[in-house]
């Protein structure tokens, strides 16, 4: 499993706008270090920004992401790709944080958008 | 004078420019030939001045270019999804996603596909419709619930432009959809209150027509005691305003019901005023 | 720091109002962040001076380099915006023209670029009682994107950590589109005002909706109370069956217009500030207890 995380400039904390975060932290299950990918391209994108980033993360090989929120458009493609969303509810979470609250199944799948 | 173009605009809702332009294009029609267009599409209102068109002579569709895909013939190579400044195709592995809200109907997509895959297909974003009110013509666009091409609409409403004189009542704001309707105005009504808000709405406003250009004239609606809050600020950057319509809760009873106000004397004399202002300045 | 967001869906339902009031109501341990870019009005009342503006970029648009182009004409067919025109040379004209890109492929001369489109500036200010507000002013013409909201957000939160305060407000836009979702995504709470009137209502339904999706946590009040009774009941019988928390009513009245007109804040008015304040305080409790 590989495991994305939006994360703000700092690299230590999450961003919460998944389709605007400056990086991705990425990690494969058995490592423990974050790989970052840069995602500026979309930082500039006056729309569509979570589809975009959503396609490279599918391009990365990444199969979970852990987000604070996920648009509906991302959310479509994220699940079309067969990656599996789970929801952040606290604010201000670090990453290694984050990444905890995942291996210890504390986090839930997020719901889709009704249309 | 042939052809002319009258929008009538405010920086923001509420400030009673739709009745405004519904009770001039009726005075106008008197004698002249003359067309209203509602052009704020996504909450089209002229209507309720004309209460007995529940039904449009015509209703037109009106469409743009999305893009669709012939999966057999996509190769998945991701060049179109590159040259999208709108973000709006996703492709990844074996899956080409296509979102409509997005698409901008460019066509681009369909110019750099190397494999002939993409076709456009004219898609519905809403409706033209045509009415008549005694000589009267009325046109108004109706963007589809959800759908965002507001300013395709506009341009398409426009389309239907034939009168001797066409009056546009524009969206409120000066974003994207307000500009799209000015774009080809001959001159621009603006539309104010008295109010510290009202002036800042209406700065922002000027701002746009003089970025474009346009002759424009400013009618302080609801005038009362406060005008000079407007007043000062267009005698301080020489900007003229044209006519007060003043507050009155007759006109406010008979605008909330859809009732015109033209043909009562003081204001029939208001509207001509206004026209000969307008036919003044295109000279 | 906590974050809480002021949002009705609906425009004019009066949420500026009420959290400019709320930002004056804790101005000794709050940020003011004004989302609803489209209509960024807060300052007209809030700002004292401004201290740092940044401009804003976003999108395309494109020219033509008039020295590469052989004025060949290849391009105004490609446009289908007709923003491409000719006078004595070929132009773009930058208000008719989406950023698409278009006549870029068919140019043969390399005569075509893109530059990237500035939008609108952002302000840094401090407001008459000593607090600091970001907002952000659109060039006329252009839109709100979820990307300026996030940028809003972005520079208010560093403004919160820097000075050391404990709350960031945000107004938030209108609508349940992209620039709603980036304006309440990630907040403690978010305040839902309920405009008493048929559209109002309809409109909160859809927010409440995309907050509960979002899971966001959120609370209601309802504004201008009392004008319909038929509809305040209406709206109160929804949430007591939706189980959805109604923290207090503010009454229609019209002394809400004249302090406006005076550039007072609603909470300074003797009439109303009363209520307002047990709002408010609920608010705060609320927004403590949230993690």
């Given at each position: 499993m590989k495991t994305a995380i939006p994360s703000s400039e700092d690299k230590k904390t999450v961003c919460e706008h998944f389709g605007r975060a400056r990086y991705f932290a990425v990690i494969e299950s058995g490592e423990n270090e974050f790989k970052f990918i840069d995602n500026e391209i979309n930082l500039n994108a006056t729309q569509g920004a979570g589809i975009q980033t959503s396609t490279a993360l599918i391009n990365e090989g990444v199969t979970a992401v852990l987000s604070p929120h996920i648009g509906p458009k991302a959310f479509d493609v994220l699940k079309s790709g067969n990656v599996k969303m789970y929801l952040l509810t606290e604010t201000d979470l670090t990453l290694e944080d984050a990444l905890k609250k995942f291996t210890n199944g504390e986090l839930s799948e997020m719901e889709g958008f009704k249309k | 004078m042939n052809n002319i173009s009258i929008a009538f605009a405010s920086g923001k809702g509420g400030t009673g420019k739709t009745s405004l332009a519904a009770n001039f294009a009726k005075y106008l029609s008197q004698d002249k030939n003359v067309l209203l267009s509602d052009l704020d599409v996504e909450e089209p209102n002229v209507n309720i001045f004309f209460p007995d068109n529940h039904k449009p002579l015509k209703s037109n569709m009106s469409t743009i270019n999305i893009p669709e895909v012939d999966k057999v013939k996509c190769t998945y190579c991701g060049e179109c999804a590159k040259k999208c400044n709108f973000n709006a195709i996703a492709v990844f592995k074996d899956r080409i996603s296509i979102f409509n809200e997005l698409c901008k109907g460019c066509g681009r997509c369909f110019n750099v596909c190397k494999t002939g895959a993409i076709h456009l297909k004219k898609t519905e974003i809403g409706k033209v419709n045509e009415y008549s009110n005694e000589s009267l013509a009325i046109t108004e666009g109706v963007l589809n619930t959800g759908d965002i091409h507001t300013k395709s609409l506009i341009t398409d409403v426009k389309n239907y432009k034939?009168?001797?004189?066409?009056?546009?009542?524009?969206?409120?704001?000066?974003?994207?959809?307000?500009?799209?309707?000015?774009?080809?105005a001959d001159f621009v009504v603006l539309v104010t209150e008295p109010t510290p808000f009202g002036l800042h709405d209406l700065s922002l406003a000027i701002e746009v027509v003089q970025k474009l250009q346009k002759r424009f004239g400013i009618i302080i609606n609801k005038s009362n005691d406060n005008d000079?809050?407007?007043?000062?600020?267009?005698?301080?950057?020489?900007?003229?305003?044209?006519?007060?319509?003043?507050?009155?809760?007759?006109?406010?009873?008979?605008?909330?019901?859809?009732?015109?106000?033209?043909?009562?004397?003081?204001?029939?004399?208001?509207?001509?005023k206004i026209y000969d202002h307008i036919k003044g300045a295109m000279i | 720091m906590k974050k809480i967001a002021f949002a009705s869906g609906k425009g004019g339902a009066g949420k500026t109002t009420i959290s400019m009031s709320?930002?004056?109501?804790?101005?000794?341990v709050s940020v003011f962040a004004d989302c609803d870019v489209d209509a960024a009005d807060a300052f007209l009342l809030l700002e004292k001076e401004i201290l740092q503006k940044e401009p804003f970029h976003s999108g395309f648009k494109y020219s033509i380099n008039e020295t590469n182009c052989i004025q060949c004409g290849e391009c105004i067919a490609s446009c289908i915006y007709n923003a491409i025109k000719k006078s004595d040379k070929h132009y773009i004209d930058e208000f008719a023209c989406e950023g698409c890109g278009a006549c870029e492929d068919v140019c043969q001369c390399n005569a075509i670029f893109s530059k990237s489109n500035h939008c609108g500036e952002l302000f840094i200010a401090e407001t008459i009682f000593n607090s600091?507000?970001?907002?952000?002013?659109?060039?006329?013409?252009?839109?709100?994107?979820?990307?300026l909201v996030h940028e809003v957000k972005k520079v208010a939160h560093q403004q919160v950590l820097e000075s050391g305060k404990e709350f960031l407000i945000i107004d938030s836009p209108p609508g349940i589109g992209c620039p709603l979702m980036a304006a309440i995504s990630g907040v403690n709470l978010l305040v839902i005002i309920i405009e008493c009137s048929q559209s109002g209502f309809k409109d909160a339904v859809r927010l409440m909706d995309v907050a509960g999706k979002m899971k966001i946590p959120f609370i209601t009040v309802l504004n201008k109370s009392g004008l319909n009774p038929d509809i305040d009941q209406n709206i109160e019988q929804y949430l007591q069956a939706e189980k959805k928390h109604l923290t207090g009513k503010i009454p229609f009245d019209e002394e809400f217009v004249r302090i406006l007109n005076r550039k007072e804040l609603i909470i300074d008015s003797e009439i109303l500030s009363g209520n307002l304040e047990d709002i408010f305080l609920k608010i705060k409790n609320i927004i403590t207890l949230e993690k």
């Open positions: - | 034939h009168c001797e004189i066409n009056i546009y009542d524009c969206p409120p704001g000066t974003t994207c959809p307000m500009v799209e309707s000015i774009l080809d000079f809050i407007v007043e000062e600020y267009c005698a301080q950057n020489g900007f003229q305003v044209i006519e007060k319509i003043p507050f009155d809760r007759d006109i406010a009873k008979k605008c909330g019901r859809g009732e015109f106000y033209y043909n009562d004397d003081s204001y029939s004399s208001k509207m001509q | 709320f930002h004056k109501y804790i101005k000794d600091r507000m970001v907002y952000a002013r659109l060039v006329p013409g252009e839109d709100n994107s979820g990307k």
